[in-house]
């Protein structure tokens, strides 16, 4: 009889399409690649009944939730079984409002190992708890992504009439808790209806960017593409010249390391540690729009970057403790 493996992933895959999301596709396909043995449960396609009865079956649960009351209750429910309870914070411990910071603190001193994107997380998680480690979120695609016809051909387009092609991307719409938008798309869409030799590609897997701006009555311009349907970010960046992070918080990135690892050009706000290779820029409007502005000017040739691969860093994790 075929032993079951000692690890739970509990976790969701796409859609909807996100940096959380592919992060966990891509490991679970490398961990398959590299033959190793675990479990998968997407709890937001499975009952409580089915997740409850997955953790009580397994000794070492690795769980990727957003929500500080959703995280905190898992680590709670499972070290009451008994279970070595590990999570990865997908953000920048500290981002929250007071009440929820206080959850993640105590979910990161009652938890076996919490697991961190970046060097700010990793110095305040250290001292709730001397086991948490620090891995990154990127790992390389592990199978073919294709963008469809229409969109290659939408991109091309903007490719053959404009001199830089810029990209970001927006999971969803979100506010932060100063109550400012997240991604700052809306602020791009401002800065490139003044650029009139550049295009800026957003990409809305999700859809909700479209309605969004609809609602604001926003008329996006012609050196602007929305694409609002789920696609490959990575297949977005490899035709691109710059990606642009503009947000007002992060945690690590995917995009940023998946920019980098194709050797292109990265404009990233300074609110989180960035990986070497990232151009830095205030938080301000105007710094903003001169960075960009100032970039298709540097012609310097610029190198791909040694971008570290998590999910050979995660499996060597559960080499070591899950054995």
């Given amino acids: 009889m075929k032993q079951r493996p000692k690890l739970l992933i509990l976790a969701t895959m796409p859609p909807p399409i996100g940096g959380v999301?592919?992060?966990i596709q891509r490991l679970l396909q490398y961990l398959d690649n590299k033959g190793y043995g675990y479990t998968f449960t997407d709890f937001r396609r499975s009952t409580k009944g089915t997740i409850l009865k997955q953790i009580r079956q397994h000794r070492f649960i690795h769980f990727h939730i957003y929500h500080p009351v959703v995280r905190c209750g898992f680590v709670l429910l499972g070290t009451v079984f008994g279970k070595k309870m590990l999570f990865t914070l997908h953000g920048n411990l500290?981002?929250?409002n007071s009440f929820y910071n206080l959850l993640d603190q105590l979910a990161f001193r009652i938890a076996y190992m919490p697991v961190v994107l970046n060097q700010k997380s990793l110095e305040i998680g250290k001292k709730w708890n001397k086991r948490t480690q620090m891995?990154?979120?990127f790992i390389p695609p592990q199978q073919p992504e294709d963008l469809t016809a229409s969109i290659q051909a939408a991109v091309a387009a903007m490719r053959a009439k404009y001199t830089g092609?810029?990209?970001t991307n927006a999971s969803t719409v979100s506010i932060d808790k100063a109550g400012n938008e997240t991604y700052q798309v809306t602020l791009l869409i401002k800065i490139f209806r003044n650029l009139q030799q550049d295009a800026l590609i957003i990409s809305d897997a999700s859809g909700k960017y479209?309605?969004?701006?609809?609602q604001q009555g926003l008329e996006v311009p012609a050196n602007v593409l929305l694409i609002s349907e789920p696609h490959p970010f990575f297949e977005i960046l490899k035709r691109s010249?710059?990606?642009l992070r503009i947000t007002t918080t992060d945690g690590d990135s995917l995009s940023v390391k998946e920019a980098l690892f194709l050797g292109k050009r990265v404009l990233a706000?300074?609110?989180v540690n960035r990986p070497a290779g990232t151009q830095l820029v205030a938080l301000n409007e105007w710094d903003i729009a001169d960075a960009i502005s100032k970039m298709k000017y540097d012609n310097i040739p610029y190198s791909r970057s040694q971008v570290s691969n998590g999910g050979?860093?995660?499996?060597?994790l559960y080499r070591r403790i899950v054995a």
């Fill in 135 to 137: 891995i990154g979120a």
């Fill in 21 to 23: 999301t592919i992060h």
């Fill in 241 to 243: 010249d710059v990606f």
């Fill in 210 to 214: 479209k309605s969004f701006l609809e």
């Fill in 312 to 316: 050979e860093e995660l499996l060597e």
């Fill in 269 to 271: 706000t300074d609110v």
């Fill in 94 to 96: 500290g981002r929250h």
């Fill in 165 to 167: 092609i810029y990209a």
